[in-house]
Every structure is written in structure tokens, then in C-alpha cells.
């Protein structure tokens, strides 16, 4: 979690969830946005009027203010307040641990969007370069994923005990495509949110592709991706990204 997180915990632990909240839970670039529209649909239907309106509006994000500095404008985005009335579709990146406990107590749901932690590298790289200005190399990034590796490894293996506890965690999927919809793809977020440097450069969403980290990752890397997998999964059942190669 970013540093600003501090300074937003005990709000968000206060925060009251509802027994009829869906939680979409992810590690960043996981698909979540995807995941987000599908559920969103399935709650509300393709034939609900509000189906036009952009998704943060429709599934507004939890942390949401302890992400972004002072340099993204998001006054061109609408509201998408989270103590709206009606089944609420919520999306989130912190861990199992940090989610408010009222999140438990009042026995939401929650689905959670895991995906292939190389290609989720690759797509974190990219993200990093458009939102966060970073300009350091490919290389570099790796390794830094890979030393930061608490909240990375765990955020799957957690939900997925939660899961397997029947804690809540009613659905756990996978990285699939559902692919090129502006609305669904954050471009309008886009706008606002990428760094300025690269403005009108780049879109949010960069490709979608699985198995993408075969054109990025060398063979060193890749045992070293093979080696904290293991690593990350060793007590656990978590059944996804055993088998690499």
C-alpha cells in the first residue's frame, strides 16, 4: 500500500459493508476492471438505464483517496460514492487483512480476479510507466516486484483460504479476456489520471493478453518468477500457477 494509506485506515476500517455489498477483490492488474463490468451486469442487468454510465460511477473504488497524489485531476469524472443506497458493487486492491471488518460481520460477498503473476508484472510495468511516471527499466521493475513480495504473494493465497472458509469469498476466477469497450476499459479515467508526461500517448488498458510475459521475461527471470511462486505457495492449497515452465 502506498504511503498515504496511513492517513486513511481507521476511515476505512469504520466503513460499514452490507449484507448485500459485492466485493471485487484483486492485486493490481489482475483484470478487476473487467471483472468489475461483468458483475456489475449480472447484478443489475444489461438492460438497466445506468448501464451507460461510466464504470467508477457504477463500481466506485474503495481506496480510492489514498492512491493518488495531488497532480491527477479526477474532476472530470462523476461521482461513485460507496454509502449509495442498493446492492453496491465495490472494487479493492488492499489485502484480506486490511478489508473493514464490517466486510465479514455482515456476511457480503466478495469475488475475487487472480491472474498469472508474470504477466501481472509486465502489465504493472506498463501501468507504473503511464500512471506513476516511473522511468526506469524493465529490469529494474522485476526486481523490484519480486523484492517487494509480501502483499503480491499473499493477496491470492489469502483470499483463497478466506475462500476455501467459506469467509465470504463467494467466487475466485481467473484472468480471462472480455476486451475493447471504452467504458469498461477506463479510457475516460485515463484522461485524467496518466501521468502528464504521457498524455494522449497511451491508453489505460494496454493489451489484456495471457502468456504475455513470454516476450518481456528472460529464462533468468523466469525461475526467479518459478522460485517465489513456489515460495509464496508452499502452505497453501491455492491451486492456480504451479505448473510453470
Not at 104 to 118: L, Q, T
Not at 195 to 223: E, I, Y
Request: proline residues 7%; neutral net charge.
Amino acid at each position: 500500500m502506498p504511503a498515504t494509506y496511513k492517513k486513511y485506515h481507521d476511515q476505512y476500517q469504520r466503513f460499514q459493508s452490507r449484507p448485500t455489498d459485492v466485493w471485487i477483490a484483486s492485486y493490481p492488474k489482475a483484470g478487476t476492471t473487467w471483472t468489475q463490468e461483468m458483475v456489475w451486469c449480472l447484478l443489475f442487468t444489461l438492460q438497466s438505464p445506468r448501464l451507460t454510465e461510466l464504470l467508477p460511477a457504477r463500481s466506485p473504488f474503495f481506496e480510492w483517496d489514498s492512491l493518488f497524489p495531488d497532480w491527477h485531476s479526477m474532476e472530470h469524472l462523476p461521482d461513485g460514492d460507496v454509502n449509495k443506497k442498493g446492492p453496491r458493487n465495490i472494487k479493492t486492491h488492499v489485502h484480506w487483512a486490511l478489508l473493514p471488518p464490517s466486510v465479514h460481520a455482515s456476511n457480503a460477498k466478495i469475488v475475487y480476479m487472480c491472474r498469472d503473476p508474470r504477466d501481472l508484472c509486465v502489465s504493472y510495468y506498463y501501468h507504473h510507466i503511464k500512471l506513476e511516471g516511473y522511468t526506469g527499466d524493465f529490469n529494474t521493475f522485476v526486481k523490484i516486484f519480486l523484492a517487494d513480495a509480501r502483499l503480491a504473494r499473499d493477496s491470492a493465497p489469502t483470499y483463497w483460504s478466506g475462500h476455501k472458509s467459506n469467509l465470504q469469498c463467494d467466487c475466485f476466477i481467473s484472468f480471462s479476456s472480455m476486451s475493447t469497450n471504452p467504458a469498461t476499459n477506463n479510457e475516460v479515467l485515463a484522461a485524467g489520471a496518466i501521468n502528464p508526461t504521457m498524455a494522449g500517448q497511451v491508453k489505460f488498458m494496454r493489451q489484456g493478453k495471457v502468456d504475455d510475459h513470454a516476450s518481456h521475461l528472460s529464462a533468468q527471470q523466469l525461475q526467479q518468477f518459478k522460485k517465489w511462486t513456489e515460495e509464496a505457495l508452499k502452505d497453501s492449497d491455492f491451486p492456480y500457477y504451479r505448473n510453470y515452465e
